[in-house]
C-alpha cells in the first residue's frame, strides 16, 4: 500500500502537490487545526497563510506556464508512426483499464504507449456503451464473450505472449498490428 502511495506520488506533477500543499497550509492558517491532531498557533496561522499562498502561487503558476499534451487531437495512425518505434510516452491518455493492475505484456505495452493508451481507451468507451445498451443479462455475457475472443484473437494474430516477463521495448514492433486490432474492433462495436 506504502508503495502503490509513493508510486501514485512520484508521478504526480510538481504543480498538483505544490497547489495540495499551499491548500493544507490554508487550512492550518484559517482553521488552526486539523482534526485536533495539528495545531497551529495564533501567531504562526498567519506564517502558514503566506506559505500557502506563496505555494498556491507558485503551483497555479507552473500548472499554466507548463505546456500540456494536446490530448484532443487523435494520435498518429500506424503509418504515420515515426521511427516505426512505440513510444510516445503515455500522457493524458487513458487505456480501458487501470495501468495499476496490468499484469499481461499485452497490458503494458498498452500502458507504456500514448497511442495505445489512447485507441484501446476509445475501444473501451465503445464497448462499454454497446455494453450499457444491452437489454438482457444474456446479451451483456454475450458481448463479455465477443470481446475475451476478440483480445485473443488480437494477441494471436499479433504474436503478443500471454504472460512472461516482456518489458514494453520487446513489444515494440508489435504495435502496428495491435492499433490496426483495436481501430477495426471499434468498428465492429460502433452501432451502424
Not at 68 to 92: H, L, Y
Not at 158 to 172: S, V
Request: aromatic share 6%; with cysteine.
Amino acid at each position: 500500500m506504502v508503495a502503490t502511495a509513493l508510486d501514485a506520488i512520484s508521478k504526480t506533477p510538481l504543480a498538483n502537490i505544490l497547489v495540495l500543499a499551499g491548500l493544507f497550509f490554508w487550512l492550518l492558517a484559517v482553521a488552526g487545526s486539523v482534526a485536533g491532531k495539528i495545531t497551529v498557533k495564533p501567531q504562526q496561522q498567519k506564517t502558514a497563510a503566506i506559505v500557502g499562498t506563496a505555494l498556491l502561487v507558485i503551483g497555479l503558476a507552473l500548472n499554466f506556464l507548463t505546456p500540456t499534451p494536446n490530448v484532443t487531437a487523435q494520435p498518429a495512425t500506424p503509418n504515420e508512426n515515426v521511427n516505426g518505434a512505440c513510444g510516445r510516452p503515455r500522457g493524458r491518455e487513458r487505456p480501458s483499464f487501470n495501468c495499476a493492475n496490468a499484469q499481461e505484456p499485452i497490458e503494458h505495452l498498452i500502458c507504456a504507449d500514448a497511442d495505445l493508451a489512447y485507441w484501446d481507451g476509445e475501444m473501451g468507451r465503445v464497448y462499454h456503451g454497446q455494453l450499457d445498451q444491452q437489454k438482457t443479462s444474456e446479451a451483456k455475457r454475450d458481448l463479455n464473450k465477443q470481446q475475451n475472443e476478440w483480445q485473443r484473437r488480437r494477441d494471436n494474430q499479433c504474436d503478443i505472449p500471454d504472460a512472461g516477463d516482456f518489458p514494453p521495448a520487446k513489444l515494440c514492433g508489435k504495435k502496428d498490428c495491435i492499433l490496426g486490432q483495436i481501430k477495426v474492433r471499434i468498428g465492429e462495436l460502433e452501432p451502424h
